[in-house]
């Protein structure tokens, strides 16, 4: 059963996301060569805390980390290790936080020093789907509709779009229905309504769309061993149109973009 959101509601849940939106800005200040995941992790707690707030991933599902940290060709729920970041590396960050009983859910993918230009583009075009998707979350379209123009936008470039994972319906819980699919039919799925809360996050591969889990029972990769790219942003649907709860400032803040 989809829970929809009271005016108020939405209020504490854009607090939450923004909560993760300055820990995400303070990750882009350190994401360089040589720092740790394992360091991040740490950082990310802290702040968190500090904010009146507890980290959303931390313990739920016996998660240990409170950022899923993901390199390259690993597509979600990396754990942090002690191996630094090289030059080149893409990085998936995906943080929660959990503020008054609501969540927060975000995540952007990083590049760490020179990055490859084919590289560059996977992360573009993954960055403009999660944009499209949002477009579509609107009252009187569909959730399917989301996923349709992700697709679309995936694989005009020649990606693959992950099918084995979604978006989710957000609130008191981090995982609420409906499941965002990234991929889709137009006019298919349950209707859009004013007060819905879902976390879009488009993951889209260089090359094929299938996946696998790693033996840590985590770590999510590609399954051709290419890279993978990760967005998500919080959307609330107040007066027909999505808002973004989140945002993604704080990071181009501190990446100077």
Known sequence: MIKYKTPQEIEIMREAAQIVSRTLGLVAKHMKPGVTPKFLDQLAEDYIRSQNAIPGFLGLYGCPSTLLISVNEQVV???????????????????????????????????V??????????LEV?????YLGIAEAKAGNRIEDIGWAIQQHAEKHG?????????????KELHEE?????????GRGKKIQNGLTIAIEP?????TEKVMTLDDKWTIVTADGKPSAHFEHDIAV???????????????EALGK
Not at 159 to 171: A, I, K, Q, S
Not at 178 to 186: D, T
Request: aromatic letters at 12%; hydrophobic letters at 30%.
């Open 159 to 171: 990606y693959g779009v992950v099918r084995d994972l979604v978006g989710h319906g957000l609130g």
């Open 238 to 252: 107040v007066d027909g149109e999505p808002v973004i709860l989140s945002t993604f400032d704080f990071i181009y």
């Open 113 to 122: 020093g020179e990055v490859k230009p084919e590289v560059k583009k996977l």
């Open 203 to 207: 993951m889209i591969n260089m090359g």
């Open 77 to 111: 729920h990396g754990l942090p290790t002690e191996r630094p970041f090289e030059d080149g590396d893409i990085v998936s960050v995906d943080c929660g936080s959990v503020y008054k009983g609501y969540y927060g859910d975000h995540a952007y993918t990083f590049e």
């Open 126 to 130: 993954t960055k403009e789907c999660l």
């Open 178 to 186: 409906p499941q965002v699919p990234n991929y889709g039919r137009r």
